[in-house]
């Protein structure tokens, strides 16, 4: 699951998926901002299709958030 995430955001963001890990923080070490991350929330919905709500993408702050919703979430 963790890889499948990792290639997803490499891929929007432009980065080095060696960069990206699950501790990685979407803002601090990603350098991503708001329309970043819902961007990607929005991409791994479709990919996985599963839905965050509101409450939820606040609650995302590192790689491991979302890689950690996924596992729960997926069927």
Do not use: C, P, R, W
Request: charged content about 30%; glycine content about 4%; hydrophobic content about 45%.
């Amino acid at each position: 699951m963790f890889e499948k995430v990792q290639a997803l955001i490499a891929e929007l963001m432009g980065l080095d998926k060696s960069k990206i890990t699950e501790s990685s923080d979407f803002i601090v070490d990603l350098k991503a901002d708001s329309l970043d991350i819902v961007q990607m929330l929005i991409a791994m919905e479709n990919e996985f299709g599963v839905e965050f709500d509101d409450e939820e993408m606040h609650n995302i702050k590192t790689v491991g958030d979302v890689v950690a919703y996924l596992k729960k979430n997926v069927k």
